[in-house]
């Protein structure tokens, strides 16, 4: 999927992402829970159409931008997460 919605706790999250190899990209925003499934489907036929191909690029490009990661500890390991810039711990959401 690639716009969806993610509850947790008590907030909804709606999360947008895309493959961009060899990374992830995602952004989420807190809002209240809506119907997503026009948006996902639209954003999966634009992905088809074009192959992947700008996908790919934005990710080759991405491997020589990324200057900050953090690792996430889980249940199952170490997980690195890679970012553009250094998130900010303070923000409101």
């Excluded at 919605?5 to 807190?30: D, M, Q, V």
């Excluded at 954003?43 to 192959?51: A, D, E, G, H, S």
């Excluded at 991405?62 to 690195?80: D, M, N």
Aim: charged content about 20%.
């Amino acid at each position: 999927m690639s716009n969806f919605n993610w509850p947790a706790g008590r907030s909804n999250y709606e999360i947008l992402r895309t493959g961009c190899f060899p990374y992830i990209k995602y952004h989420c925003s807190r809002k209240p829970p809506e119907d997503l499934h026009l948006s996902d489907t639209f954003m999966r036929i634009i992905k088809i159409v074009n192959f992947g191909i700008p996908c790919l690029l934005y990710g080759l490009a991405a491997t020589q931008l990324i200057r900050h990661e953090e690792i996430v500890l889980t249940k199952k390991g170490s997980v690195t997460i890679y970012f553009l810039l250094p998130e900010d711990k303070g923000a409101r959401f």
